[in-house]
């Protein structure tokens, strides 16, 4: 260790560069791995982001779609004779009868048919009489369209159903409804549908389904005015559906200008579940192993189908036993074999989305696994839902833990090569070297009192000597600085406003500037050459220089700028430096602030000063004024009608027409007298009402 301070800069310059290399090797190695986990995770979120939003965009496209061809078929001459001629053939089967041959199918089918693939579905036991229609009309129309399927009988009813039955059905099968309703905007009765469910010819005011969703739109509908207003209903589990999910999208009919029924589109859902999913091939989108798009309800329940439960239902079954899902709703979805308006799934994701936020954050998914998730909400009418799309951490990361194992196994090797050369020598640079970058970063940092310690007589120690004189005299010029550059701006802004200094920093010296709309206060001290009596002129002036420095602490307490003091007068302005959209109710707070600094100074010091303000608002011109000993002015017709508002006798707080307009709501003006200004003619004034606090 002997003699260590005389080896030259240049012998450990070279054990330096081992250091370095070895060094490099790690930051190189840590970089890459940063940039590769910053690129991928933000490949992985962009394409989720895309993702999400071009199935919102193409589920708002069909949802739009169905929006204008429900108005557009309601709005139609199909949808308007239609519903005319099944109302009044509606009305006309009072007479017609069911034989007991006839009631006994009806009572059946709902028995033996309907009520088991219901309880199959929903899991829950009921009778048939909570179905079977009470009216006479209902069950005659039920037996013989949905339980017997005609298409017509021997009523009127039957030639209404013969005349339209068939165009309904094309246009069914041409836009892909589901089914198509027809209901009664009086009674809420379903007069028509197009597959004859049991729905058919019930009410959907006083009927088994009058709780469903689509009652709730078609009564708000049926007190609907307008020929375009339209209700989007959300999926349910719909009971004449036995029990499977439903939704519908409603408009009023019109005939004319008479409105005379409700048409009802079921939503097409498996066009839905076929867009969300890219018909179930979710590798050939982009998503991988793991990733999926659904869409979940305000009630928290998906209304698309779940990938997993599709590609992988023991496994999908497996997980939701460990969530939060109840074992009743477990069976419930494995009884219909759908999760739609089931599967719960209230997560970080679905709350901010149903909310109307968006975005992308990391959570635990329905199933309980971490997933990167993107959201957002999807809104039409009254209809909100959560759009998400998500893709599994393990997957979406494995390409970085796969860079990762490689990077560490080279860079291991490498740093054990590097270290084994480097060792011998890298001690002899670290001490030196650390020393100067520390005092180096904290100079670069703006800490000037910085002072290296290094004992040695090679160049390591003439460069710290240097160092440490070239620190002190920063240190010293700092301070030098420092303490002019505050002198200079705490001087700059007693003369001149904010905004006149910063255009001076800026180049433009007389820092001239129109100001659109400011509020202009002048108020004129009266009687103030009385303050110090006839022989004490200094204790008048003492005097008052205590009354303006109390208005100017109560004008930066308003927000006011102080332009000049020359007298008697005090010019203030607000809205200038700063842009206060309330400049003209601080400027009337500062002249109530005035006036009772005023009576405090009279009170306080018998002086008999009295306080005359005007006040105006509307554009100025600033700028300053001299080149060597300058001030700051303001120019312009406000600041001269200011200034005659002020030179009133009556010694009160006058206002312009302007400002009594912008504050007449805040407080109580009396008209005072007209003034006549060159240029604007006569001009009506204002002044501020006397009350005890004013």
């Known amino acids: 260790m002997l003699g260590l301070e005389r080896i030259g800069v240049q012998s450990r310059f070279i054990l330096l560069m081992l250091l370095v290399s070895l060094g490099s090797i790690f930051t190189i190695g840590w970089i890459g791995y940063q940039s590769a986990r910053s690129a991928i995770t933000n490949a992985v979120q962009n394409h989720l982001q895309s993702v999400r939003h071009s199935k ?92 017997a399927a005609a298409t017509a009988d021997d009523s009127l009813y039957g030639l209404a159903h013969t005349a339209n039955h068939e165009r309904f059905d094309r246009v069914g099968s041409m836009f892909g409804y589901e089914d198509i309703l027809l209901i009664d905007d009086d009674t809420l009765e379903i007069i028509y549908t197009l597959r004859k469910r049991p729905d058919f010819a019930t009410s959907l005011r006083d009927g088994p389904y009058a709780s469903t969703n689509l009652a709730k739109a078609a009564d708000a509908l049926s007190r609907a005015r307008d020929r375009d207003t339209f209700k989007v209903v959300d999926t349910e589990l719909y009971r004449p559906n036995f029990g499977l999910p439903v939704g519908f999208v409603l408009s009023p009919i019109f005939n004319g200008s008479e409105m005379v029924g409700i048409l009802a589109l079921e939503f097409p859902i498996d066009r839905i579940v076929h867009l969300l999913t890219g018909n179930f091939e979710w590798e050939r989108e982009g998503m991988g ?145 650390k020393l100067l970058a520390a005092a180096a970063r904290r100079i670069g940092a703006g800490d000037s009192a910085v002072s290296v310690d290094l004992n040695t007589r090679d160049e390591f120690g003439e460069l710290a000597n240097v160092f440490n004189e070239m620190s002190a005299n920063l240190q010293r010029q700092r301070g030098e600085l420092e303490e002019k550059a505050r002198e200079n701006q705490e001087l700059l802004l007693n003369i001149l406003p904010a905004s006149a200094i910063e255009q001076r920093r800026d180049g433009d010296e007389k820092a001239t500037r129109r100001f659109a709309d400011v509020t202009v206060l002048v108020a004129e001290f009266r009687h103030v050459d009385e303050l110090g009596g006839h022989r004490d002129d200094s204790r008048g002036i003492s005097l008052l220089g205590d009354l303006v420095s109390a208005c100017d602490e109560a004008a930066e307490k308003c927000g006011v700028e102080k332009v000049r003091a020359v007298g008697s007068l005090y010019l203030a302005v607000c809205g200038l430096s700063v842009n206060r959209p309330d400049h003209t109710a601080r400027a009337m707070l500062f002249a109530q602030e005035l006036a009772q600094i005023v009576a405090a100074f009279d009170r306080e010091h018998a002086a008999p000063i009295t306080l005359a303000v005007g006040i105006n608002s509307g554009p100025v011109v600033g700028g300053v004024v001299g080149r060597y000993k300058f001030l700051y002015d303001l120019w312009g017709d406000t600041v001269a009608i200011a200034s005659r508002l002020a030179a009133r006798d009556d010694g009160a707080i006058h206002v312009s027409q302007q400002v009594h307009d912008r504050l007449n709501d805040l407080y109580t003006f009396e008209v005072h007298d007209d003034l006549e200004f060159r240029g604007q003619g006569v001009m009506k004034t204002w002044r501020l009402k006397r009350t005890a606090e004013t």
């Open 289 to 433: 192993k793991t990733g999926e798009c659904y869409v979940v309800g305000p009630d928290f329940t998906m209304r698309s189908r779940s990938r997993f439960m599709v590609e992988d239902p023991q496994t999908f079954f497996r997980q939701l036993r460990t969530s939060t899902v109840t074992p009743s709703v477990l069976e419930q979805i494995k009884r219909q074999g759908t999760v739609l308006n089931q599967l719960p799934v209230k997560t970080y994701s679905t709350e901010q989305a149903l909310l109307g936020h968006d975005g992308i954050t990391m959570i635990n998914d329905y199933r309980g696994v971490p997933v990167l998730s993107s959201y957002g909400p999807l809104d039409l009418n009254s209809l909100r839902w959560a759009v998400v799309a998500e893709m599994d951490v393990a997957e979406a990361y494995q390409p970085i833990y796969d860079y990762a194992r490689r990077a560490l196994l080279a860079a291991t090797a490498l740093a054990i090569a590097t270290t084994l050369l480097a060792l011998v020598s890298s001690w002899l640079l670290v001490r030196p070297l």
């Open 56 to 147: 919102t965009s193409g589920l708002m496209a069909l949802l739009e779609a169905l929006r204008d061809q429900v108005i557009s078929l309601s709005d139609g001459k199909l949808a308007g004779e239609a519903m005319v001629n099944f109302k009044q053939s509606y009305r006309a089967l009072e007479d017609e009868k069911l034989t007991e041959e006839q009631e006994e199918e009806l009572r059946n089918y709902y028995a033996t048919k309907f009520l088991p693939q219901l309880q199959n579905n929903l899991g829950n036991t009921t009778h048939p009489d909570q179905f079977v229609p009470a009216d006479p009309i209902q069950r005659y129309l039920q037996y013989h369209y949905m339980v």
